[in-house]
């Protein structure tokens, strides 16, 4: 069988493959089936003996599923499998928002190396204080395989953590309960939260769901998180809500050309998933998915 590659898949996951049975490379003709990491496959034409689409990642915005459950093709993706590269990353994105340290690190820069640095940090090191995130609200939105471990890590932080999800698993539920408030409703979330960080797909319900008047609602000097995807929020609104001095912060690992330079805005080259780890447990996870259909159906 025939299994294109999109992207750079890793090779723990290819060696996988059953060599009798797989030939797989980026120049496979008339696949039956293919792996992608970000290509943006939304326009392919589909061969006759195409059956399955596997993203190696959590999104699928960048696949044809529309036309793909009307030609009969099935597609995956390897939900969890990248979930601790991102939770990691968005404690970065938290922390560089609590503590002035990307500032910081450009004024240390500017220090030659014949200064008396221990001196003049000493001296100045009162301009770059932070604050902790221990004892902080964090409101996360989307409990599922991203979600729930931010909402761990937070626990580790000392953060008091609140939830939303209408949809949430029994078995998050079960991993959560008594250790995190579930909010009945955003509002409860919004006006309690000192950080709120979006976990959920992109769709048409959920697209720009943080927008002005959602903004209205959060507590002053909030600090939002986007590690989903970049339509769930109105940047606008952000951007506008950091003017008036609502928002202390964005952090977005999906930035645009319209909030590259706009002020609190902190912007992160989409790397939430950009580990060897991460890569290699999407990969296996694909791999498995993509060969058990093929042979399996399933
Ligand atoms: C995902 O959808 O899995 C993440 O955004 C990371 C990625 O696209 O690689």
């Not at 769709?203 to 609602?217: G, L, V």
């Not at 109105?234 to 999906?254: L, M, R, W």
Request: proline letters at 3%; a negative charge.
């Amino acid at each position: 069988m025939n299994i294109k590659l999109y992207n750079k898949i890793s090779p723990k996951g290819l060696a996988l493959f059953d060599d009798e049975t797989y030939r797989f490379g980026e120049d496979v003709v008339n696949p039956d089936g293919i792996l992608v990491r970000s290509a943006k496959l939304n326009d392919m034409e589909f061969n006759d003996e195409l059956r399955a689409i596997v993203r190696a990642g959590a999104g699928v915005n960048n696949l044809p599923i529309d036309r793909c459950s009307e030609a009969g093709i099935v597609c995956f993706n390897t939900p969890g499998a990248n979930a601790n590269a991102v939770k990691e990353l968005v404690f970065a994105g938290m922390l560089l928002s609590a503590r002035p340290v990307y500032n910081a690190m450009n004024w240390v820069s500017t220090l030659a190396e014949n200064d008396d640095v221990s001196t003049i940090v000493e001296k100045e090191k009162s301009n770059f204080v932070g604050n902790e995130l221990r004892g902080k609200k964090l409101g996360i939105i989307g409990l599922g395989a991203i979600g729930i471990k931010v909402a761990n890590l937070a626990l580790h932080f000392g953060m008091e953590v609140y939830g939303y999800d209408p949809y949430i698993s029994i078995d998050a539920a079960w991993q959560l309960s008594r250790k995190v408030h579930y909010a009945k409703t955003l509002e409860e979330l919004y006006e309690k939260c000192d950080y709120i960080s979006v976990h959920v797909p992109l769709s048409d319900k959920t697209k720009n769901m943080i927008n002005s008047e959602a903004i209205a609602k959060m507590k002053d000097n909030v600090c939002i998180l986007n590690f989903a995807r970049g339509g769930l929020v109105d940047e606008k609104a952000v951007v506008d809500a950091i003017e008036a001095g609502k928002v202390k912060n964005y952090v977005t690992d999906f930035p645009n050309g319209d909030i590259l330079h706009a002020k609190g805005v902190i912007c992160i080259p989409h790397l939430g998933a950009s580990t060897p780890e991460s890569e290699e447990n999407c990969a296996i996870m694909a791999v498995d998915q993509i060969q058990d259909f093929l042979e399996n159906g399933n």
